[in-house]
């Protein structure tokens, strides 16, 4: 692959990874590709830097823009990981058909993401289990027309940025009655810009109010859970893992999919199926163990310490010897090469 060299601005020597914000500093590098006349141009790896855009740009008006958001990690044996880079580029292939923008092969996805970790991998320190690389592949539609329309040419951008927790504490949530995040039919599969743009104004109202984050519900009845926008949602009870069913209208989660599989491995029954809001309540009321938690690349499990329902504050259990940080302990073992990686997960690079 052609790489330009040019000064980098070396942030890393910079960075504090005790004390930083997710998502503000990135990496030293990007991986760059455009697509024009009806095909994709080989990409290369520069120094990261702003874009050049026409300000008619089609992303910035009808938001075909489509992301991923992956992680890599450092194995114990010190090589750099990328957890499940073909689960990540299936779905971000089924966002782009969604959006109507062009599908990316294979091999440049997958040499766009290795090259660009190999460039940044000191970004991963060696000695620090609590950090992992965040990667946001994207792509944006750049025809310079303001007519609505489908574009013609798209730029394709791979960045990334270190994570340590997302959420620094257990979340204080709400069942949303009100608001819809997607409804079936939708693009709410996709992994597009517009459903989290969509989604600021309530979960701002709802911050105002005091929750971190809320619980969409099903935009016909607003009864059945869907999930939680930067996450899936999960309730564990009874020795069993319970997660709304896949649909138009929720993301497929890749840690959602590993958490049900390790679930499984460890012998917990495993449903995928809908959950009324009135079940947690009803739980919650008679106080039985009931565990409810986040799902996400970025969020990895979050617990849920307040869920109000109906307005009325429930508390489910969040203690210590919770289900739900044996589930997050075994994803982190094997995705950091402490646990058996058995379905094969983990994508080391080995040069
Ligand atoms: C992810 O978990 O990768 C997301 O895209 C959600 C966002 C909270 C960063």
């Known amino acids: 692959m052609h790489t330009i060299e040019l000064p980098t601005t070396n942030r890393l020597k910079q960075f504090n990874f005790d004390q930083f914000s997710f998502g503000e500093v990135p990496t030293d590098h990007l991986f760059l590709a455009k697509f024009k006349n009806g095909e994709w141009e080989n990409g290369e790896i520069q120094p990261f830097s702003n874009f050049s855009l026409s300000p ?98 798209y730029l394709f951008a791979i960045t990334c940025t270190p994570i340590g927790e997302y959420y620094d504490k257990p979340l204080r949530v709400k069942i949303e009655t009100e608001y819809v995040r997607a409804a079936e039919g939708s693009a709410g599969s996709a992994k597009c810009g517009g459903n989290y743009g969509g989604a600021f104004y309530p979960t701002q109202k709802a911050n105002e109010e005091g929750f971190d984050q809320l619980i969409w519900t099903d935009a016909q009845t607003h009864q059945f859970l869907e999930e939680a926008g930067t996450m899936n949602i999960m309730m564990y009870i009874d020795n069993t893992l319970i997660t709304p069913p896949l649909s138009g209208s929720i993301l497929d989660g890749i840690t959602r999919n590993s958490i049900l599989q390790i679930a499984r491995d460890l012998s917990i029954v495993v449903e995928e199926r809908a959950i009324h809001y009135k079940e947690i309540a009803e739980h919650l009321q008679k106080s039985d163990r009931l565990e409810l938690f986040g799902a996400g690349t970025a969020a990895i499990i979050s617990p849920i310490s307040s869920v109000q329902i109906d307005g009325i504050d429930y508390y489910p259990h969040t203690g210590n010897d919770a289900m739900m940080f044996k589930l997050k302990n075994e994803l982190e073992g094997i995705r950091r090469g402490i646990k058996e990686d058995k379905h094969n997960w983990n994508y080391p690079l080995n040069r």
């Open 56 to 153: 008619f740009s089609l992303c910035f008006h009808y938001g075909q823009t489509v992301f991923e958001g992956m992680k890599a990690f450092r194995l114990a044996d010190r090589t750099v990981s990328i957890f499940r880079p073909d689960k990540h580029y299936e779905r971000l292939n089924r966002s782009l058909e969604r959006m109507c923008m062009p599908t990316l092969p294979k091999q440049m996805f997958l040499t766009g993401l290795t090259e660009l970790l190999y460039k940044d991998a000191a970004w991963l320190p060696v000695d620090r289990q609590d950090i992992a690389m965040y990667i946001r592949p994207f792509v944006i539609a750049t025809d310079p027309r303001i007519g609505v329309k489908v574009s013609n040419e």
